[in-house]
């Protein structure tokens, strides 16, 4: 039994079998066949942060697959009132057949995933948002991004950033993260990245000036300021990345042909402007409907399936 906490966990085989998964199911979904490779399975999905594309794509997915999805919000479970995750893990391993779930902190994650009789993905951790990258990889391959890109992420060092890290070390492209001082990337994930790229060949720059992050990109992306659970530092935020907008004038540096991504939600006129995201360059609605393909292509792989599709 395998689980999904962290990209760093899979080799580029397994995570390209994962993609290539889902993009097979995607292709019998747009042509209306619906097999039901999870029949009559369960997916809990555990929220202690809020969700839209998380929640819609699980509980989507696990009904075309042929299950259905339970909604477990942390303000209605005994897990918010302090019920202990090893405990929450036990009971629904005896019930359900997946779980995933959306929490802070990567270790609480690691703590359930521990004592879980069944396979545990991670929908979003302050460290990690790998179902992210799975969708946003897709949408590259589908964009014709894929063959040895340039990625830029430009903003905070955050869960999203890390994402990256991992998905450019395992898969061998290059990656330019610019950050504001104070905001960079974490130097635990930073060194195991670098230590898994040495053999990916992944080039990895790490930089504060989001124009030499930007420069000649096939990949421009980027990620609120102001991740969920530090509402209380926006002010302070909105100050310290100033200049890191990514504008019309910051995508004219990229590839012409460059795509814009973006995890979203989206807030105009601080991360992103209006014109970029709404622009011919933005893929992010592509992108977040990969979201359903892509944890499809996860959760079957998950389930040993990955060679019925
Ligand atoms: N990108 C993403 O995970 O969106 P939600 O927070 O809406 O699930
Ligand atoms: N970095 C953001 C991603 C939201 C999908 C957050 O953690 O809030």
Not at 272 to 299: C, I, W, Y
């Amino acid at each position: 039994m395998r689980h999904f906490l962290t990209l760093k966990d899979f080799t580029k085989e397994e995570i390209l079998e994962m993609i290539d998964l889902g993009l097979r199911i995607k292709a019998e979904v747009k042509a209306r066949r619906f097999t039901p490779y999870l029949e009559k399975q369960t997916l809990a999905m555990i929220f202690e942060k809020s969700s839209t594309r998380t929640r819609v794509s699980f509980e989507t997915g696990i009904y075309q697959l042929g299950g259905m999805g339970l909604f477990l919000s942390s303000r209605d479970i005994q897990l918010g009132r302090g019920e202990p995750m090893k405990d929450t893990a036990r009971v629904i391993g005896r019930m359900c057949d997946m779980v995933m779930i959306r929490t802070y902190s990567q270790s609480k994650l690691e703590e359930f995933a521990r004592f879980s009789s069944v396979p545990v993905i991670n929908g979003l951790t302050d460290e990690y948002h790998p179902v992210q990258l799975m969708a946003d990889y897709m949408t590259m391959i589908e964009h014709g991004k894929a063959d040895n890109p340039v990625v830029a992420y430009v903003g905070d060092g955050n869960n999203m950033a890390h994402s990256w890290l991992m998905l450019a070390a395992k898969l061998g492209f290059e990656l330019r993260v610019a950050t504001p001082k104070g905001y960079e990337c974490n130097p635990d994930i930073v060194e195991d990245a670098f230590e898994i790229a040495k053999t990916s060949g992944a080039t990895i720059l790490f930089t504060d000036d989001p124009k030499e992050a930007v420069k000649g990109a096939d990949v421009v992306t980027t990620d609120t300021w102001v991740s969920m659970g530090e509402e209380d530092e926006k002010e302070k935020r909105l100050r310290d990345f100033a200049g890191y907008t990514v504008d019309s004038g910051m995508m004219k540096l990229a590839k012409a042909d460059a795509i814009f991504l973006h995890c979203l939600p989206a807030y105009r006129g601080m991360e992103v402007t209006e014109e970029v995201l709404e622009g011919p360059q933005s893929v992010v609605f592509d992108e977040a409907e990969n979201r359903l393909h892509a944890q499809k292509g996860v959760m079957v792989w998950l389930d040993g399936k990955r060679n019925e599709a």
